[in-house]
């Protein structure tokens, strides 16, 4: 059975640090790309950072560059979201999600096949 399981959220104050972890059971996650999306609640689900099946190369959208390094874990399964200098406009379900492009890594839902079922941060003082 494949499944992805988020974990790691939690409630920080701003300028805190989370580490989410992405584990996957059912598939190998290095042959998929991976990404990571958040939705805050009225807001539509948007592309935070995603990993490359092919050379692991990286995307991360703007409000994020600089304070989040995503990283996978062959050997665990397991795709890593590190989150730095949290802010408050970061507080979201945040998902990871497995697709199998076999291209440089889009923060486009529509590639990607399997989803988590999220886990929570809030930032906040």
């Known amino acids: 059975q494949v499944q992805l399981v988020e974990s790691g959220g939690g409630l920080v104050q701003p300028g805190g640090s989370l580490r989410l972890s992405c584990a996957a059971s059912?598939?190998?996650?290095?042959?998929?790309?991976i990404g990571w999306f958040r939705q805050a609640p009225g807001k539509e689900r948007e592309g935070v950072s995603c990993?490359?099946?092919?050379?692991?190369?990286?995307y991360y959208a703007d409000s994020v560059k600089g304070r989040f390094t995503i990283s996978r874990d062959n050997a665990k399964n397991t795709v890593y979201l590190q989150m730095n200098s949290l802010k408050p406009e970061d507080t979201a379900v945040y998902y990871c999600?497995?697709?199998?492009?076999?291209?440089?890594?889009?923060?486009?839902?529509?590639?990607?096949?399997?989803w988590g079922q999220g886990t929570q941060v809030t930032v906040s003082s």
């Open positions: 990993i490359s099946s092919s050379d692991g190369s990286t």
């Open positions: 059912g598939f190998t996650l290095d042959y998929y790309a």
């Open positions: 999600a497995a697709g199998s492009w076999k291209k440089d890594c889009i923060l486009a839902m529509r590639i990607y096949d399997y």
